[in-house]
């Protein structure tokens, strides 16, 4: 836990879940300039945060803890990150209802007088944002984007200047930038072009030529990936009713595959981004008779489901949080699927070969053997004695 200053108070936050070990903050110094900025620094006009309040892609929560007095409107693809929300109110002695909680799924609020985003990794995610929120907001509106340098491209403010007007950037403070738009009354509203859809390759198993649908901001959501693709062709042959998990499922093309390739058992598509789960779901009734059974669940890894209750896990596990590199996710996913699955039950990984994911899983499961490999991805196969 660290903790933030601004002019007004102080606020003690951390990441969720919170781990005593993770180096990283909770905010990073693009929050710090956005807050700065609001408060009227370097010789600004302070923002009048008096109307509806908006807060887009807030990572663990800080912008709103900070402005929870203002009962913002905080909006995120990531449950992650609205438990870190809610946590960080509840550390700082803040009412958790001081801030409204909505999914990137949600129909976004009519009106906005202030409009505050963080920019996301992936440029998909802020279109398809900014084409949601253009409709609520009017020539009053101030909008204000914050990103770290290398975050923010010139593809990032012709998206702004595209969707709600003129657009333009402060100098850079500590390697992060803040980006003002201007809405204009003749900005032209159009529709996102998301989700998007795309068939599958051949050769690939029970999937090949199948239509896959994404929503913007999921994992290479406009091809499938290399990985992925060397993971299809991998999957273990099984058969019978089993109880199996695509774990950080993405657009589920995984555990459709498992779903066509064994009509007898009943997926559950897990990822903590809402508009994964939305993905997977609608590949799923896409490719599947309507007496398919499936579960899509938006949540913490395997946290939710029962212990010894699952027969098999898939797994791609992210080896990034935002900008950062770390195997803290796939670490706890690993954890995660050693207390889900049953005695007997595996678990199945695709990683980078560097990743060296075989060390994590035997001292996890006191076993991992490799099922395939080329020189750059392994698939690894541990087995919960």
């Given at each position: ?35 700065r900025r609001l408060e009227g ?127 333009r950037t402060s100098l850079a ?26 068939e599958l390759p051949e050769g ?182």
């Amino acid at each position: 836990m660290n903790r933030l200053t601004t002019s007004g108070a102080g606020f003690d936050l951390a990441r969720y879940p919170e781990d005593p070990r993770d180096p990283f903050r909770a905010w990073d110094a693009a929050d710090e300039y956005l807050l700065r900025r609001l408060e009227g620094a370097d010789g600004a006009d302070p923002v009048d945060l008096s109307g509806a309040v908006v807060v887009v892609g807030d990572r663990w929560g800080a912008l709103s803890t900070v402005l929870a007095a203002h009962r913002p409107v905080q909006i995120t693809d990531s449950c992650l990150a609205q438990r870190a929300t809610l946590a960080n109110l509840d550390r700082n002695g803040v009412d958790t209802d001081a801030v409204r909680l909505l999914s990137a799924r949600d129909t976004p609020p009519d009106r906005i007088d202030v409009l505050l985003v963080r920019v996301p990794k992936s440029l998909a995610l802020l279109e398809d944002q900014l084409h949601r929120l253009a409709p609520a907001v009017h020539p009053d509106t101030v909008v204000v984007g914050t990103g770290m340098v290398k975050e923010i491209h010139t593809s990032t403010l012709k998206l702004f200047e595209r969707i709600i007007g003129p657009t333009r950037t402060s100098l850079a403070v500590k390697k992060a930038r803040l980006i003002f738009s201007t809405p204009g009354p003749a900005t032209a509203r159009t529709p996102s072009p998301w989700p998007y859809r795309y068939e599958l390759p051949e050769g690939i198993g029970p999937v090949s030529g199948r239509t896959v649908i994404n929503h913007a901001g999921i994992f290479c959501a406009e091809r499938l990936d290399i990985g992925t693709r060397f993971f299809l062709g991998h999957l273990p042959e099984r058969s019978g009713p089993d109880r199996v998990v695509d774990l950080g499922c993405g657009n589920g093309v995984v555990g459709l595959s498992a779903a066509l390739a064994n009509p007898e058992a009943t997926v559950t598509f897990i990822d903590e981004s809402y508009q994964a789960v939305a993905s997977a779901e609608e590949t799923f009734r896409a490719n599947t008779g309507p007496e398919a059974e499936a579960r899509f669940l938006v949540g913490d890894g395997l946290a939710e489901l029962p212990p010894a209750s699952v027969d098999l896990v898939l797994n791609n596990p992210p080896f990034h949080s935002h900008q950062a590199t770390t195997d803290a996710t796939a670490r706890a996913m690993f954890h995660g699927a050693r207390a889900a699955l049953r005695p007997g039950g595996e678990l199945w990984v695709v990683g980078n070969r560097h990743l060296g994911y075989h060390t994590r899983l035997r001292r996890i499961f006191g076993n991992c053997a490799t099922v395939a490999g080329d020189p750059k991805f392994v698939v690894l196969r541990a087995v919960k004695r």
